[in-house]
C-alpha cells in the first residue's frame, strides 16, 4: 500500500533533550523524501533527501535517509521551545511531483 | 517578495452553497496543489495542476473543483456536494529549478460550516 507511517505520534520533551522522529514508508520507486515543519499554519520546507545514506544538515536539526531499509529520520538535538511543532514527512509518489504525507509528529518542547 | 499567498483566512458556509478559495502564487512554478487537512489526518491531495490549462484528481477530489487559466492561480471552489468541508486548507506549488518536486506552502483557510 503507497502510505507513509509516521512515529511517534506524538512527543514531549524538555529543552535540551534530543529527539528522533521517524518515518517509514513501504514503496521503493521514488525519487525523494521531504520533511516539513509546521507550527500554525503553513508547513515550512525543512529537508528533501534523495540519497541514502547521506546526512543533511541545518543547525541543530539533521535528517538522513536509508532505502534499502525503506525509512528516514529527524534529529533535533538541544531542543527549544520554539521546535514545537508538528513535523511531516513526505515522498514523492513514483516519478511525478506528487508528494505522499504521514500524518505527522507533534512535538511539544516544555521549557 | 516570492510567495504564495491564500485569502481568505477563515471563510464560513451556509448549507447548500458553493465557496471559492483563492491561491496565488508569484514563484513562477508550472505545479500547484490543493490539500485538505483534518486533525490527525495528515495532509491529503484534492487536486493538482502540472500546467496551465490541465489539472487532475488527486485522493479525495469529489465535492469539490478547481480551475488553471493562468499559472498564477488556482483556484478551489468547495461545492454543496462536499458533505463535510469544515477543515484547514492549504494550497501548494513546486517547480523550476533543481528541487522540482520540493512544494512550497501558503497560509492556509480554514473554512467552517455554518
Known amino acids: 500500500e503507497d502510505k507513509v507511517v509516521q512515529s511517534p505520534l506524538s512527543l514531549v520533551v524538555h529543552e535540551g533533550d534530543t529527539v528522533t522522529l521517524n518515518c517509514s514508508y513501504e514503496v521503493t520507486n521514488f525519487r525523494s523524501l521531504l520533511w516539513y515543519k509546521q507550527e500554525k499554519k503553513a508547513p515550512t520546507f525543512l529537508f528533501m533527501l534523495?540519497?541514502?545514506?547521506i546526512e543533511k544538515k541545518s543547525g541543530r536539526l539533521s535528517s538522513i535517509l536509508d532505502k534499502k531499509e525503506l525509512f528516514s529520520i529527524l534529529n533535533i538535538t538541544a531542543t527549544q521551545t520554539g521546535d514545537s511543532a508538528v513535523y511531516l514527512c513526505a515522498r514523492t509518489q513514483g516519478g511525478s511531483e506528487k508528494l505522499v504525507f504521514g500524518k505527522g509528529t507533534k512535538l511539544t518542547v516544555n521549557p | 517578495d516570492g510567495g504564495i499567498t491564500q485569502s481568505p483566512k477563515y471563510l464560513f458556509r451556509k448549507e447548500g452553497q458553493n465557496v471559492t478559495l483563492s491561491c496565488e502564487q508569484n514563484l513562477n512554478h508550472d505545479a500547484m496543489y490543493w490539500y485538505r487537512q483534518d486533525p490527525g489526518q495528515g495532509l491529503r491531495l484534492i487536486y493538482y495542476?502540472?500546467?496551465?490549462?490541465?489539472?487532475q484528481k488527486g485522493d479525495i477530489a469529489e465535492g469539490y473543483s478547481v480551475s488553471r487559466e493562468k499559472k498564477e492561480s488556482f483556484p478551489l471552489t468547495v461545492t454543496s456536494a462536499q458533505k463535510n468541508p469544515t477543515a484547514f486548507y492549504l494550497c501548494?506549488?513546486?517547480?523550476?529549478?533543481?528541487?522540482?518536486?520540493?512544494?512550497?506552502f501558503g497560509p492556509g483557510t480554514r473554512l467552517l460550516v455554518l
Open positions: 501548494a506549488s513546486s517547480g523550476g529549478g533543481q528541487s522540482q518536486e520540493t512544494q512550497y
Open positions: 495542476s502540472q500546467i496551465v490549462n490541465d489539472f
Open positions: 534523495t540519497s541514502s545514506g
